[in-house]
């Protein structure tokens, strides 16, 4: 079996091999006069984010405009992993059921205290990337991950009980559902103003104060990363949650 | 001979780094291992994917520097659509020629390629969904089982169908 | 990027931040708002007054570690009590024991604090001078 | 501003390097921690210290101001979590039954440890 | 000529909508026999009324739809097909009636079940006959295959099983493994299921090597016609109830597998082609074979049923040695050639004889629960109707005179003489002294060799009137075919003027 | 609404999977209907759809997603959807399959996964969307990140089961995620070669830069194929399928048995088709020969392990593997240097033809199938051949189902596994590929082994209720009938009617696909 | 671009990488892995990928991580290879 292995492994890696080493069909590393960096579409990407949407960040706009729907999929498959693993792990013991033992169930003074100054902050921070990822590295699944683990952060320096409390397991599914929602909604909003799925820029009609379709793309972008961010931070809780548990959903680690 | 590992090197190493992570995904016994050695395995293929959009000295982060708003949208917008379909996209001097109070035009090569980012923040995110979902079915394999070595699992998996 | 939209943006945040976990950072009420400046405003001058420590302390730390001999390496348990009250003061005096090179809070249980010290000069220093500051930030004299 | 900055940095440089040397000849657990877990909480502040100078040094506009603002903000995060974390380590090597090597009883360097 | 008409798909049909009014009153064992006579005279109607259009040349022809690009569903009543459905939709009638007395005489299980399928089965015997193209063909071969099923495992035994599964995997394998293909490939030759009407289309795009091994494929790919490598699913197949036996096994099922290889020589070949192919005569040789070995195996069977199965294999190895002759080059030129008419010919003469055969050995064992042959001496006095039948009925099968066997087996041993195959023509003549050997004995120690002890009850008495009616008629009709055998002839001559240039 | 239906489809029952998940939180019994109406809407647009398609001149509907339309903005700045006849049918196909899978699964779903009912139901949804989204997305990239959404929920629709499918659900996701991320890998050396992510746009410029005999090209097809097959099970890639599916709860093996390698299969073809090209494929590569000998021995390998079998489920899956076999070695049967000599695709390529038609029969036959057994395995409390007896007369509609499902996968007309056989096999012919004709027919006849044993333990086997207080009566046809609930039998029955339906419309859709080659064809020249 | 950057990082990715499989303690495995996730965080970043790079370090080394540690606490710490 190892030996199998073995040979599988030096021949995958002899045709990667010989798939980069040719020199004069593999471009270079870092060459911008690969065929992909040359590409009109790249060019495209470079030279007109600014101008059909107004966001300086191109792969922001990238991701949440001319690939949005990539991005709708990338936040269905983060839906799908929640819903996925509650429903691999979850059990359900209802009455009496054994709490997980944890190695040391009493919260540490320290790291709640610093816990409790610094949770704020990371959420705050999170919400910085999620906002201002129009310009800067950041957007709503880079947020949502800050979020959620913030949550996470409750949860490892107390209890997930206590994590529970602020943030249920109901309520993590709900937001979960609520940010595809909000993604689809932009999409099917579009789609009701007469343009195509996902079509941001007829949405200035609708929009109070925003009289071009280009800021119309820049601002439903955001919500689309709202939603983005919504489904992660829900989701990245609950994971943890659930894996943390085996999927009792009490106490845990 | 300098000249030609400086221009591979990058995708030299993912290559090892990809036979390192299938050879855990496929030799490593334990189930666990085998989860770190898929998650070697992905990211590798992101190191390609960024590999390849780096464009090396000439580049910035593809993030335009927000000197307030002057790349005029209208103007900008007609151009590129012209520009991008007359002349190929290539040759963006012809644009200012074309319009001399013209918008800034982003340099193309003065950006790294951001389409691979894209494609790869994606695969991030899917990585961390395959991930979380592995080790999910990973517990629920030891709540059953009780064991997370494969040889073992295997033995109890074949007496299970006889049984 | 400074303009209305972004600034309203991060009011929006704020007011999320707040509502989402304004629990956890101030967790009782009873304190007025003037306090709490009047805190801010000694925590500030404790925190120069930490940050010189500190360098001392490096110091210290960096030539144990530099010296050819361990002589002066006495690692040991301190085990005292506190007169510190409230929770926090305990909590900013014992991460002050950590920031201080030398000297690593291992518990803090009720006002019994352990910590673990690495010469026997940090060990003397402790609680010290350090905890009558902390004390007076708090007004927990 | 720039020489000043400099030496911030070469300054924070050297404590890391303390804190290396520290964690390499260290006996036990415990003590290599102390110079772990504190050593960089200074250097890193020093390191940004300069940091912060050197961004002055070229000159203040708007995204300049935002960086200073960016660093501050990590020097406070570092200073905030960096004993914590130190604290937890210890903490959980202590109660895992890793009993430190004190004064009362001098141990050989080669002790086994556990790094987690 | 042919005529557009509905009357092809109904004869088709009118079994299949029997078998809806059979499920529909399977509470009422009365009205549902009732409902399979209605639908065995409605089809037998039909197929008659079709048969002065028949004579006259013009075929009534249906096309169901296109179900391959250039492949359609068509039924058309030739002479060929006519012939053979008329015996098929006759003999449903008599099968009726008597399958109606051994089933309740031995109050068998699953009744309904076992009429549906029956009349599911002469549903599909109807469409082989009038299928008007090689996928049509074997479109309802295959249907008849899966419908007699099962029937043949009607008793759900053992037994039942083990012939069930000889049985399914011989027709089934035979014809997946081996027509399929060729079919397949006949198609990506020529773009079309041949048109029986219409061989030459095959010839032209064809070879000789290609076209022997096409042949041989098809000829055992169409293993109904029990040609002997593949020829044990037959006896295997003797477990089922002997209505089956004798309806199926003696008339429909075998003589679906002897109409195909007559299709094949005479509407997939043309005969320019057939008359290159220097492979084909393996197929006289095994078929020739085929009747030998039957007939020396039949002589060693104790079991009733399994003699006669023995016997049909034989029978079958007359009509496909009469076929295999045309793909000699002896008969080039030949119009109309006696051995094929004689083929044809038997295929009613034979179903005639031999379904008179079963019927007396199922009427035997519903009236006394023997099987073997062995426990029938001096049986004739208790049950005279049922011998002098079965005397009839070997005679036939034997072609000894009055009876309608003569005149096929003349036509036969003719075209042997015709095509200059003397050995065949030994081999029939041997094989007709080995019929007299095995079938004429059992007549004889019925009438004339004592009861010995536990034979059979003392109180053997004549089985219900509705095994013995059917059997007589059967044995009058083998007499009757000898005397008035003129439309037959005629239809059979027609068929074998397909092999004209046209 | 109607120009919209491409992207609808997928959306509605997305909305759905996302309202059962929210909604079932609260009332379970919202779930079911829920997913059918999703299910249902699908279906509708999947239907418009495809009348677009047949309707339009160039026999394709291009749905730009976002607006970036190709005529305004470079091609591949956007997503874009590209519905054509095989993809438009394929879509019906997944949609009505998952509709009956979702109503069978009724009964089964509070039975093996009790108070997970919404989470089930919701990856149920998804994962028909993620395969609808595979079969009619025209980006490399985007179908990557849909194969991950329905590889995702199968692993969890699986591991969803008893203990032994959460380490078969493990295994395929190791050996699911090697697909996937060698497919991610191929895309990656085709992008760099070409710059481009759609998949025309890649065919274009590999056509049109002439990178035909690029190494890295090379690579990126190994790797695209290497990570498909695993996907599909091809035979030496397939170790993952047989436990997986065998052991998945009955309602996932009824969505995912029928569904995932055949769109894995189109995937294939697809790739094939548009983003190499039939010239890089059939021409330039020159694989047909070891790629046809390949399939011949999936085909047999397949057949002679399910005849190994004794657990029902687990020989369908091992029968799955050597269709898989089928389609494959029909996707290659085109013989190299065809489209060099000037033949046209449309002319030669009965083997696609019946590679594209046995992926829609054999989507039903496998549906058919499974559903049977599922049923059966209810009444016969466990999933062993042995345990099957008596089955014929305790439910007759259900074994009547199975006979049907049986007689498609052994090749008997008028089912459509006979027509999709012998569009396989004349293409064998046509293309001189004797082998791959013999594999087929000996597969059809190890078929009807497999599938004529169990009718036999069904149909002969006695049940113990049924004996001679009955025997020899009138109402012993009706005796000990115990029928399953209508949620199971209307599907199976719907099934098994599919079978038969396609079978007879046989020719209308071999005419679709032909078409389909044409364009294909002519996007080539063009 | 600074090569030599990228060059050392390179480097290093493969020791960390094998460490991280060849660990028998799961737990220090999943923190080397961190580490690998990190140093790749860097390497993107280096390398003009700051989003790649920002969604790695939120993503690799941080909640994998912790999914890992959190799986590995509740199965078993030591595996057998």
Redesign the interface.
Known sequence: MKKLAGIVVFTVGLILLYGVSSLDDFPSWGTPDSPANKSPLSQYFIKNTIVDTEVPNMVTAVLADYRGYDTMFETVVIFVAGLGIFAVVRVFEHGGASRVVTADTKP???IT?????L??LI??FA??VL??GH?SPGGGFQGGVIMGA?FILVALAWDLDIALK?FSEKQAFICSGIGILIYAGFGLASVFLGEEFLNYGIIHKILPGVDSPEMARYYAMLGVEIGVMFTVTSIMFLIYGLLATRGKMTAGL | MEEFIQSRFNYWIYVILMMIGLWGMISKNNLIKKLIGMSIFQTAIILFYVSVAVKSETANIPILP?HGHDYSPKIAFAHAVSDDHENGGHDDHAGHQAHPVGPKIPDPDGYANPLPHVLMLTAIVVGVATLGLALAITQKIYREYGTLEEDQLLEKVRADDHG | ??DLF?LS??GI??A??TW???D??F?NDCKGIGTRFVEAGRFLLYCFWL?WQ??L??IH??K???ASN?QE?????VRFRTSLRS??A??VF???I?????T?????EGDKFVV?A?S?KVADELPGEMEKRVAKIFDQE | MEIVAATLILLGI??FF??V??LL????F??R???A???D??ST?LIIGGFILYNFSQGGD?ANWNVLVKLCFIAIFI??T???S??AL??AG?ESGND?????DEEPEEKEENVS | MEIYSIKPLLAFLAPLLGLVFINLLRKKPNWREGATFVAAFTQCGIVFSMLPDALAGNYHVFTFLEILPDVHIRLRADPMGMIFAMVASTLWIVTTLYGIGYMRGLKEHAQTRFFSFFAVSLGATIGVAFAANLFTLYLFYEMLSLATFPLVTHHQDRDARGGGRTYLTYLLGTSVAFALPAIIFIYAKTGSAVDFLSPEVLGAQIDPVMGGILLLMLVFGFAKSGLMPFHSWLPGAMVAPTPVSALLHAVAVVKVGVFCVIRVYTGVFDQDLLQSLDIGVIVTYFAAFTVLISSLIALSQDNLKRRLAFSTIGQLGYITVGVSMLSSGALSGVESPQAMTGSILHIAMHACGKITLFFCAGAIFVASGCKYISQLDGIGRRMPFTMIAFLIGALSVIGLPPTGGVISKWFLIMGALEAKYLFVMVILLTSSFLNIIYLLPIAVRAFFIPKNEGAFHGSVKEAPWQCVVPLCVTAVLSVLLFFFSGPLLELCSSSADFLKPR | MVEHAPVLLMVVPLLAAVFCALLGLRWKALCLPLTIIGFIAALYFSVITFLQVSASSDHQVIYFLGGWNASEFPRGVGIEYRVDLLNGMLLIVIAAVALLAAIFSKQFVSMETPGKEPQYYALFLLLAVGLMGMTITADAFNLYVLLEVSSLTSYALIAMGSRRASVAAFQYLIMGTIGASFYLLGVGYLYIKTGSLNMQGIHDILIGEGLLESPAVYVAFLLIFVGVWIKLAFFPLSTWLPNAYSRAPTATGCIIAPLMTKVSVYIMLRIMLTVFGPEYVYDELSWSGPMVWIAVVAIIAGSILALGQKDLRRMLSYLIIAEVGYMVGGAWLLAPGGMARGESLYSTATGLVGTGYHIISDAAMTLCLFLAVGAMIVKAGSSRIEDMKGLFRKCPVTMACFVVGALAMIGVPPTCGFFSKWYLISGAFEAGRWEFAAALIISSLVNAVLFFRIIEFAYFGKLPEVDDAHGHHQRHDEGGMEENPPSMLVPLVLASVALIAIGLFNKEIAGYLSQFLNTVAMGGQG | MIFAFDFIILLFLIPVAIVALQLKDLLAAAMVFGIYSFLMCLLWAEMGAVDVAFTEAAVGAGVSAVFMIATIFNTKRNSSD
């Open positions: 540490d003074i320290i205290n610093t816990c409790r100054l949770i704020p959420q705050l919400l910085y906002a201002h310009s913030s602020r | 927000h | 990027m400074i972004h943006l991060g945040s704020c999320i931040v989402l976990s304004s956890f950072l967790r940050l500190i360098i302390a490096n730390v960096l144990l570690a530099l361990n390496m006495r690692p040991q348990m929770e926090f305990r909590y014992a991460n002050s950590t920031l201080t090179p030398g690593v809070t291992l518990s803090v673990h690495i026997q | 050297v404590f303390g804190a040397i520290g000849r260290f006996p036990d415990f003590t921690m102390h110079a877990g504190k050593g909480t200074l502040v708007a200073m905030l960096s004993p914590t130190t604290h210890m903490k202590y430190p090597e004190t004064l009362d």
